[in-house]
């Protein structure tokens, strides 16, 4: 037994009564029906963004379109683990994701097997989104996700589908209270067969409905024993990717999903009884898509900035660990920069960083924002920054 995100019980062995009729109990399972008129005005409008937001980063130069795809892969890891309580290194993410694909950068960090494996899973999903998704593919990200076998203090059945009952409840022990329980695992193997059928398919259903669709769907199987949250939303990446014809995204549904995870567990137990009409999850999903891409669009004007930052500053001298420090200002370091976080950050000596700040100073890239001197003082980018030498 442990704590879910949502501050639920997983069960692998349930006692509780089941008191209601669950979505995949009903004859009609799998035929999903929503509301057309309802989701219609919603689809288009995530459509008209998606195509609005490839054009803008298609105008750009190649290397503004790798950071912005590497920062929101990023993001996209993290997230996706911290919906389920788990949170991870930025800086390993981005590292592994870089070695990756082959966009080494200055300050990379050795990533942990906890960091690697949600990375290969995500870039498999969207890296290779065109291949067909498989029992053995899924297998293989599940045992990337748990390389020890262990989820926490429990030994688990890795690269394979559940063994046992599967339930999430509430309350104190014996008034627990059931709000889904999954199917029986001697019925997982056929519907992830009808399942995984259906995701490959060729048909006329919208590929970003179908991610929709798709993630609901994997969800009220629950496959696995753990981690099922996390392969959902990275089957919904890979149809995403489809959607796009791009294995490049530039925003992250992760990252809004986690901003409303209330509403996220909320959405998905509400449907989980019902008939097959999942008008509200879709209209949930697709509002939730249209505003991460609609944040990605904000994001953009700070990737802009850096890439203009970087021309301006394209013949000035600059060591490595000068760049890495003001690439961490561009992208908006937590709290003050002072001398003794730069040494620690660039792991160099209080002298030598001081030395490297005095030299931005001199070239007008840095300026001190507190004259009182001593501890007190930190150092921020001049508003001419992206200008060489001083204004």
Partial sequence: MKYAANMLYICRKPNPVQMAKYIYEYDQWPQFIWDEAA????????RLLQGKILGQMGALGFSVREESFLTTL???????????GERLNYEQVRSSISRRLGMEYAGMVHAGRDVEGVVEMMLDATQNYLAPLDQERLFGWHAALFPTGWSGMHRINTGSYRKGEMQVVSGAMGKERVHFQAPPPDRVPIEMERFLAWFNAENSLDPVLK?????????????FDDCNGRIARAISDMMLARSEESHQRYYSLSNQIFTEKKGYYEILKKAQPSTGNITEWLSWYLHCLNLSIETAEKALERVLHKAAFWDKQRETLLNQRQRLMLNKLLDGLDGK?????????????????????????????LEQQDTAGGRSTNYVLTPSGTENGKP
Avoid at 74 to 84: N, Q, Y
Avoid at 211 to 223: M, N
């Fill in 39 to 46: 989701i219609t005005l919603i689809l288009g409008k995530v």
């Fill in 337 to 365: 920069m002072k001398s003794s976080k730069w040494a620690k950050i660039a792991k160099c000596s209080s002298d030598t960083a001081l030395r490297d700040i005095k030299d931005l100073i001199d070239k007008g890239i």
């Fill in 74 to 84: 990023t993001l996209d890891v993290v997230k996706t683990s911290e919906i389920e």
């Fill in 211 to 223: 991610s929709a669709i798709a993630h609901f769907w994997f969800i009220i199987i629950h496959p």
